[in-house]
């Protein structure tokens, strides 16, 4: 980039906090665009906050005025939290993608990089060949649906941009949450000794929030365009159950039939030749971090759950 000028739309939620604060201090200017309906989060310097919803264009076009590149994270995340109000869930997921999309034009802005989801992938019988950017999408989900969508909206726009495919994020941040599964895991097996598993089998791709962070700051930083994977390690449930029973051995690992029909095995390759990235956190070791930091949560509080909060609202 030779611009510093970030606008982040989501910039206080899990990944966009992570994300803004790496941002300025790599030297970057940073505005976020966020309702704050979770938290405020206040970051040190070369940021300005502009309290909005992202659907509202007065507040899209004071957000995006004077920046080189958009970071697009604000959206209704989660099955379950999309579901509470499925209308917001499309306009904030979607039609505001395209209102950004058009504020982008208005500005002359180059530079567009979505956060989507592997979630786009949904059921995959067996998952034994890994899924690839071209693979057949199969949402099974709201969310999933507003996602692939608004995918289709950005990658058909004048607008160099990337599409980034997100798998399951956790590990620790300002605004943390505790309704992604390895996040969860963590919390019952150190304040509850026992854990559920909803079958088991079921492939998942996982990314430390941290790492993610980099990998979105690696794309400003190069001319890649296009959709890409975005992961580091793929897991069966089963397996993830195992790595907590080495952490915490203490705890009990209970299985339920399975209700969830997501199952994905995803190749990160395209992402490793192009891009390069260099993860600093292994499933085990981001596991670890959570379990020594229980002590700051009460992670059955609503803030901590998108679908509880939402619901609240």
Known sequence: MHGKTILVT?????????????????GYYVKILD?????????????????????????????????????????IVGDQACLVNPECSFSTNYFATKSLIDTCKHYGIRKLLFASTCSLYGFSIGSVVQLHENSALNPVSLYAETKMKAEHAVLQSSIDNAVLRLSTLYGLSSRMRFDLV???????????????????????????????????????ENSHTGVYN???ENYRLSEISRIIKELVPEVKVKV???????????????????????F???????????IENMNMFDFKQPIYNNFEWLKRL
Request: hydrophobic content about 45%; some cysteine.
């Open 182 to 220: 390895l996040n969860l895991f963590a919390a019952q097996a150190v304040k509850e000794k026992k854990i559920t598993i909803h079958g088991g089998s079921q492939w998942r791709p996982f990314l430390h929030v941290s790492d993610a962070a980099d990998v979105f700051i690696k794309f400003l």
């Open 10 to 26: 989501g910039g206080a939620g899990f990944l966009g906090s992570v994300l803004c604060k790496k941002l300025v201090e790599q």
């Open 256 to 278: 339920v039939p399975q209700d969830d029909l997501r199952n994905y095995n995803v190749c990160f390759d395209k992402l490793k030749k192009d891009v390069k990235p260099v």
């Open 280 to 290: 600093k956190y292994s499933v085990k070791k981001g596991l670890q971090e959570i």
């Open 230 to 232: 975005v992961g580091n």
């Open 35 to 75: 309702s704050f309906i979770y938290k405020d989060v206040h970051l040190l310097g070369m940021v300005k906050y502009i309290k909005g919803d992202v659907r509202h264009l007065e507040y899209l076009l004071k957000a995006a005025e004077g920046v080189d590149a958009v970071v697009h994270l604000a959206a």
